[in-house]
């Protein structure tokens, strides 16, 4: 079962920071956050993921709060192609663990 | 940057017939994921192998089974396919399944549609 929440739809205009909110309270001490996105029927696209502290890459930032239990994404100028469902999952490392387990994603729509 | 290879892109059977997905996971990476996601769903996890050993399964009937060969390819077979196999498979790969924090990167998928 996915260990994750996360509302099932959010808008945004085009060019405005979208902003990704996720649950998971019941993460464990040596489980990771990663975010994934489909788009359309592709395959899922690695975004970024992190243990505890703060990351950024090219594509988004990720704010995990200091007690783990939730998370936030942020697409910093969002465009038309960044329309997508974005996953946020809870991973472990070891072994059986280290699978992805997709819940149902949040359904972000950027508006021209 | 090479990413995961999977064949057919598209893949037509009949009921009771069978079928050979291919995964080709990205150079040096030694573990694999298969993942089904039927239409309107999220990807749900069917099977892993870890350096050709299983390592990991979900909900994978019985009618179906994978390998991963020495050069870390997979294939998933899948026999007395039924209507409700129609679905995107897709294989994702990332290096060292054991004790890593390395992402899985995700083929494009094989649509299979079974009438």
């Known amino acids: 079962d996915a260990k994750t929440t996360q509302p099932p739809s959010m808008d945004c205009a085009e060019g405005r920071a979208a902003n990704l909110p996720c649950n998971h309270s019941?993460?464990?001490?040596?489980?990771?956050v990663y975010w994934y996105r489909q788009i359309h029927s592709q395959g899922p696209q690695y975004i970024i993921h992190?243990?505890?502290n703060n990351e950024t890459n090219e594509m988004a930032s990720l704010i995990i709060t200091e007690d783990r239990k939730s998370s936030t994404l942020i697409l910093p100028h969002a465009t038309l192609r960044d329309t997508a469902v974005y996953y946020c999952?809870?991973?472990?490392?070891?072994?059986?663990?280290?699978?992805?387990?997709f819940g149902k994603g949040i359904t972000l729509s950027v508006r021209p | 940057a090479a990413g995961v290879i999977q064949s057919p892109r598209h893949l037509i059977k009949e009921k009771r017939e069978t079928a050979t997905l291919k995964c080709y996971p990205i150079?040096?990476?030694?573990?694999v994921y298969w993942y089904q996601q039927g239409p309107g769903q999220d990807p749900q996890f069917l099977i892993s192998?870890?350096?050709?050993?299983?390592?990991d399964k979900g909900s994978i009937p019985d009618r179906f089974s994978a390998q991963q060969f020495s050069d870390y390819h997979s294939e998933l077979n899948m026999s007395s396919l039924e209507l409700g196999d129609s679905a995107l498979y897709f294989c994702?790969?990332?290096?060292?399944?054991?004790?890593?924090?390395?992402?899985?990167?995700f083929g494009n998928g094989t649509r299979l549609t079974v009438t």
């Open positions: 994702a790969s990332s290096p060292s399944g054991w004790q890593n924090n390395s992402p899985l990167h």
């Open positions: 019941t993460i464990s001490g040596n489980e990771y």
């Open positions: 992190g243990l505890k």
């Open positions: 999952i809870v991973r472990g490392h070891t072994g059986a663990n280290s699978k992805l387990t």
């Open positions: 150079p040096r990476h030694d573990t």
């Open positions: 192998f870890y350096e050709k050993m299983q390592s």
